[in-house]
C-alpha cells in the first residue's frame, strides 16, 4: 500500500536525520524555544511545547538541554527573534515538498530553500501551491511492542483519533490537528510515553518515484535536512523497497 511505503520512507528520513545529532539537538531546542515564547512554559497548557518535548526525548536530547531552552523562551528575554515560515515547491518527477523553518533572517533562508530546489531539478513554488495536495494531521507514533493492533485500534478511537496504521515498524496514530494534545495525553496513560507526537502533513496521494529520480530526490532532501533552519521536509513520494535498499546501502 502506498501509505505503508510511504510510513517507510518517513522512517528513513528520520534515521538519516537522527544521526546528526549536534544538528539536530540545535533544531530541536529552537522549536522548545520558540514553542515557550509563544505559549508559556507549561507544557500542559501549551500542545506545542509539549510536543517539542516528546521530539526531544525522542530524540534522547539531554534533559539539561530541553531545559535551559524552554526557560529560555519562557522567559521572554532579549536574543534571537524567529518566526514560522512554510515554503513549497517541486522536486524532480514532480514530487510535491513542504519545508518548514524557523528563522531570524527570511531572506537568507530563502535564498539557500530556492538554491537547494534548483540545484537538484526542481523548483520553488508560490504558498499554496501544493499544500492542497496534503492534509494538516496530528501523528502519534507508538512502538509495535506496546500493543497489537487491534488494542492500538479500539484505544485511538476511544481517545478521539481518526485513523491508525499498525506494522512491523510500529503504530502511526492520526487525529485532527487541535486534538493531538488530548489524544495522546489518553494513549500515553495506557501505552506510555509516545516515540513522537507532532503535526505533520500528510500526502493525500503519492507520485512513484524510479531510481534515477529518486537519487536527485534524496539528494535534495538531505540538503533541505541539513540547513540548520529548516525543522520539517514532508514530501509526497513513494520508491519501491528494492529502489530505496539499493540507495540507502
Known amino acids: 500500500m502506498a501509505g505503508h511505503s510511504q510510513f517507510k520512507n518517513i522512517m528513513y528520513r528520520k534515521g538519516a536525520q537522527d544521526k546528526k545529532r ?7 531546542g529552537r522549536e522548545l524555544t520558540v514553542a515557550a515564547k509563544m505559549g508559556g512554559g507549561d507544557p500542559e497548557a501549551n500542545p506545542r511545547l509539549r510536543a517539542a518535548i516528546t521530539a526531544a526525548k525522542s530524540a534522547n536530547m ?7 531552552a524552554v526557560k529560555k523562551g519562557a522567559g521572554g528575554g532579549e536574543g534571537e527573534d524567529y518566526e514560522d515560515i512554510r515554503y513549497e515547491g517541486y522536486a524532480p518527477g514532480g514530487v510535491a515538498v513542504i519545508v518548514e523553518a524557523l528563522t531570524d533572517n527570511r531572506n537568507r533562508t ?4 530556492r538554491s537547494a530546489f534548483s540545484k537538484h531539478g526542481g523548483n520553488l513554488a508560490e504558498s499554496g501551491a501544493v499544500s492542497f495536495m496534503f492534509d494538516r494531521v496530528g501523528e502519534i507514533a507508538f512502538p509495535a511492542a506496546v500493543a497489537d493492533s487491534e488494542a492500538m485500534f479500539e484505544a485511538a478511537l476511544e481517545a478521539g483519533a481518526s485513523d491508525v496504521e499498525s506494522g512491523d515498524s510500529g503504530h502511526v496514530v492520526t487525529c485532527e490537528p487541535d486534538g493531538l494534545h488530548a489524544v495522546a495525553g489518553e494513549l500515553e496513560k495506557l501505552f506510555g510515553e509516545p516515540e513522537s507526537a507532532k503535526l505533520v502533513w500528510r ?36 520508491i519501491d523497497d528494492d529502489v530505496m535498499s539499493q540507495l540507502t546501502t
Do not use: C, Y
Open 22 to 28: 549536534a544538528s539536530l539537538f540545535a533544531k530541536l
Open 62 to 68: 539531554p534533559k539539561d538541554n530541553v531545559e535551559r
Open 110 to 113: 530563502a535564498s539557500e530553500i
Open 203 to 238: 500526502p493525500q496521494n503519492t507520485v512513484p518515484v524510479d531510481e534515477g529520480t529518486a537519487s536527485t530526490l534524496l539528494k535534495l532532501l538531505d540538503v533541505l535536512d541539513d540547513n540548520d533552519d529548516v525543522q520539517m521536509v514532508s514530501a509526497n513520494f513513494e
